[in-house]
């Protein structure tokens, strides 16, 4: 059964820090892309921030510069460094693992196959 659970999220203060990880287990995630989302209430689950399998990056114009994708294989963990983080920023982050060796559609929700369930990021001004 593969699962993607994800975990860091917390509150923090404008302009403070937090780093997210995504551990991906029961099956190895070589070739795939990892891409994380986020959802505000009342909002579409949106693209944050992506990794392509051959090691490309993606990010929303809105997260740029404060935002890291990386990966470390040998844990099978992704993760998200959120700096300089915005009140607009909060929401709740999902990981998502897909596109296998593809290097495009990384942004589109639809484009992957297995989500994590989520974890909470509360930026207070």
């Known amino acids: 059964q593969v699962q993607l659970e994800e975990s860091g999220g917390g509150l923090v203060q404008a302009g403070g820090s937090l780093r997210l990880s995504c551990a991906a287990s029961?099956?190895?995630?070589?070739?795939?892309?990892m891409g994380w989302f986020r959802q505000a209430p009342g909002e579409e689950r949106q693209f944050v921030a992506a990794?392509?399998?051959?090691?490309?990056?993606y990010y929303a114009d809105s997260v740029k510069g404060r935002f890291t994708i990386s990966r470390d294989n040998a844990k099978n963990t992704k993760y998200l460094q959120m700096n300089s983080l915005k009140p607009e920023d909060t929401a709740v982050y999902y990981c998502?693992?897909?596109?296998?060796?593809?290097?495009?559609?990384?942004?589109?929700?639809?484009?992957?196959?297995?989500w994590g369930q989520g974890t909470q990021v509360t930026v207070s001004s």
């Open positions: 998502a693992a897909g596109n296998r060796y593809r290097d495009y559609g990384l942004d589109l929700r639809g484009s992957y196959d297995y």
């Open positions: 990794l392509s399998w051959s090691g490309r990056t």
């Open positions: 029961g099956r190895t995630f070589s070739g795939y892309g």
